[in-house]
């Protein structure tokens, strides 16, 4: 039989078609917003990643991230512990305009009732009404009761354990310090959950790194049809320190190192896996850390570098993170940027960078990072508010910073809340350790930080605690 040849006029239609369906296909590819990706670690501190100036830990992969991404000089959480930094992530706002934080329960427990409240607009939920799929793997924090998940905060899924790994302490475990410098995953009753159910308890710890990661990469690859947000919550370094047979004597810092050489482990492979599957071109990762090193755990607790003190204080040591921005083709290599940022501004980030709509009825505390992200040397953020629970300890205004309160981290002194006499002044430039009060000489700059409060406090509506219920 003859083949027939369709005529010229439809086989011009056919490529016609064709072309135009390309087209509309590439179009739409370039319409779709970028993917995000959140690897947010627990107790990392500034001076814990060899990019960030360690001596002895060696990180690899994060010096790889830093020096085809952007290095983050001067980046904040908004809170010195665990729930209430969390809650300011996802909301883009003070934690106490949540109520996610309380002067008498610095976190939620086991035992909490509360949760982060339905009417808080999430990352994930203004993400997925966008269009995104949303993904959260390991540490929550933010309520451990159904209605709290992450599940029931816009994301479509959800592999991690509810609350700190050192919560759920069983009574036949050793008392003290026994069970945190000497410790095993039959200490601690922490549930390990999918999505609203828990599949294992008590969590095998020292696997988590691995397994977390592994259920990443899976989320990653299985991810095509949409763009997607994936918030990868490490348990670790909080303590008790856990690391798997692969990482035992890995470090030289001993067992933190090895917890910490784990981690970068993790997010090679997470790079790796965007490389491999294409979508490294069109994927933002941003890695930092919910607050500073607990430094009354000794050699398990981390550095923070030049910086004073730690976890549980708003002096720079327990808010200033290390931070790293990837996004190849779009964030130049080997960049470093003293422009100010927040973990809060990922919001307004994430919201231009995919056309998302930010919620209109309240007020943010988010600033868009995309001007530094392409380049820029300065950032649109020029203040910040630190905070500890209700009280504004300190005010950052340009290069200089005022305290009002000081309190000691967990464990250091002064353990009590002690108002200055009067306020202390530091130049973050030119002392980023904070040792010299320079207040007599700048009366005109402390005068400026006052209007700065004044402005801020005028329209704050801050909720009732929902910590101690």
């Not at 939620?108 to 999430?122: D, H, I, M, R």
């Not at 308890?201 to 763009?227: C, H, N, V």
């Not at 995919?354 to 530094?372: Q, T």
Request: proline letters at 7%; one cysteine or more.
């Amino acid at each position: 039989m003859k083949c027939l040849r369709p005529h010229p006029w439809i086989q011009l239609r056919q490529i016609t078609l064709c072309f135009v369906g390309w087209c509309l296909a590439s179009a739409i590819c370039t319409a779709q917003g970028p993917n995000f990706v959140v690897i947010f670690c627990d107790d990392l501190g500034y001076g814990d990643l060899s990019c960030f100036g360690h001596p002895s830990i060696e990180t690899p992969e994060l010096d790889r991230m830093a020096q085809e991404g952007l290095r983050w000089l001067q980046f904040y959480s908004a809170a010195p512990v665990c729930t209430p930094s969390r809650a300011a992530l996802m909301t883009g706002r003070l934690p106490l305009r949540s109520g996610m934080c309380s002067n008498k329960r610095r976190v939620l427990f086991p035992n909490s009732k509360g949760g982060l409240p339905a009417s808080e607009v999430t990352l994930a939920e203004m993400l997925r009404d966008a269009g995104y799929r949303t993904g959260c793997v390991g540490k929550w924090h933010l309520g451990h009761l159904p209605e709290y998940l992450p599940t029931h905060h816009g994301f479509d899924s959800y592999f991690g354990i509810p609350y700190s790994n050192d919560m759920d302490r069983l009574a036949e475990a050793p008392r003290g310090m026994t069970s945190i410098f000497e410790p095993k995953s039959a200490y601690f009753n922490v549930p390990l959950m999918r999505d609203a159910q828990v599949v294992e308890r008590p969590a095998d710890q020292p696997s988590l790194t691995q397994r977390y990661t592994q259920e990443a990469i899976e989320f990653i690859k299985s991810s095509d049809e949409k763009p997607f947000f994936l918030y990868l919550a490490h348990s670790m370094p909080h303590v008790p320190l856990f690391r798997s047979e692969d990482f035992v004597g890995h470090s030289r810092r001993g067992l933190y190192g090895d917890v910490i050489e784990e981690i970068d482990w993790s997010v090679g492979q997470i790079l790796e896996t965007l490389r491999s599957t294409g979508k490294a071109q069109n994927t933002l990762v941003v890695f930092t850390s919910d607050n500073g090193p607990w430094l009354s755990q000794r050699h398990h607790g981390g550095s923070a570098g030049l910086l004073r003190e730690g976890k549980g204080t708003t002096w720079e040591g327990g808010m200033r993170e290390p931070t790293l921005m990837w996004w190849p083709g779009t964030i130049a290599g080997s960049q470093a940027t003293s422009a100010l940022g927040s973990t809060m501004d990922l919001m307004r980030t994430f919201a231009g960078l995919a056309e998302a709509e930010l919620p209109d009825d309240r007020p943010l505390d988010s600033y868009d990072l995309e001007p530094v992200l392409r380049g820029e040397s300065h950032g649109t953020r020029d203040r910040l508010f630190y905070y500890r629970a209700y009280e504004l300890m300190a005010v950052r205004l340009g290069p200089w910073k005022l305290h009002y309160q000081e309190q000691g981290s967990y464990g250091t002194e002064p353990r009590k809340l002690t108002k200055c006499e009067t306020p202390k002044l530091y130049h973050l430039e030119h002392d980023p350790s904070e040792r010299y009060n320079i207040a007599k000489q700048h009366p005109d700059v402390i005068e400026r930080i006052q209007l700065a409060v004044e402005a801020h406090r005028s329209d704050l509506v801050a909720a009732e605690t929902l910590l101690d219920h």
